[in-house]
């Protein structure tokens, strides 16, 4: 499986409506700390945007709501997959993606045979606290040779200015929130960062 170079995590679906019509192929909504019925209205406006746009969305953590509402793709990170029903989401002919942060998660990661794998945070990130040092770029390569031939996401502190660093450390995308969002031109970056994902697409 091919995942777009370019991987934009977002907080709402008015984020999506704003920005997948620009050209993203691969989008995460991660909402946290609301209703299952806000998120279940979310991921539907998120899901007929997408389906419009030819935009691959993923959904963070709500595996459930993600089967019921007719999703192909969820995101979970460990302490979502201790808990989560792997089984079901296969059998609902869901694809996993799962984060990493050290060599014990991968280890977890990879039995539970996801569709990739997410190392972060590469760079400090300001969107949430983490108990992780930043891992830097050799572990990004270290973890292409163990995750081969699954696809490889890079999270964390990412930028524009960073993007040539983590291709080049064999990172097949690359996954972004504040750079984006908190950005004074959120369109305008967005922009930027589909031609700069360009060579990597
Ligand atoms: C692409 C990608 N990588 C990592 C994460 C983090 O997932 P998780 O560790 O479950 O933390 P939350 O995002 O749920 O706070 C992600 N969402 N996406
Ligand atoms: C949601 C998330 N997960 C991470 C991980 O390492 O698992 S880093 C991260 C935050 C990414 O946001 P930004 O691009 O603003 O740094
Ligand atoms: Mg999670």
Not at 2 to 16: C, N
Not at 80 to 96: C, H, N, P, Q, T
Not at 162 to 167: A, D, I, K, P
């Amino acid at each position: 499986m091919k995942l777009d170079p370019f991987y934009l995590i977002v907080d709402s679906a008015d984020w999506i409506e704003r920005l997948v019509p620009l050209g993203v192929k691969l989008v995460q909504l991660r909402i946290k700390d609301r209703s299952d019925e806000d998120i279940r209205g979310q991921i539907r406006a998120a899901k007929a945007v997408c389906a419009l746009h030819g935009c691959q969305l993923i959904v963070n953590d709500y595996w459930q709501i993600a089967i019921e509402e007719g999703c192909d793709f969820v995101h979970l990170g460990q302490e979502d997959l201790a808990e989560a029903d792997v089984a079901a989401i296969r059998s609902a002919g869901l694809k996993l993606g799962l984060s990493t942060h050290d060599g014990t998660e991968l280890e977890t990661a990879l039995a539970a045979k996801p569709d990739y794998v997410a190392l972060g945070p590469i760079y400090p990130t300001i969107l949430k606290k983490m108990k992780w040092e930043p891992q830097g770029l050799a572990r990004i390569s270290a973890w292409r040779e163990r995750v081969r031939p699954l696809p490889l996401v890079a999270i964390g502190g990412l930028n524009t200015d960073r993007l040539e660093g983590v291709f080049t450390h064999g990172a097949d995308s690359a996954a972004v929130v504040t750079d984006i969002t908190l950005n004074a031109d959120p369109e305008g970056r967005t922009r930027e960062w589909i031609e700069r994902t360009a060579r990597w697409r």
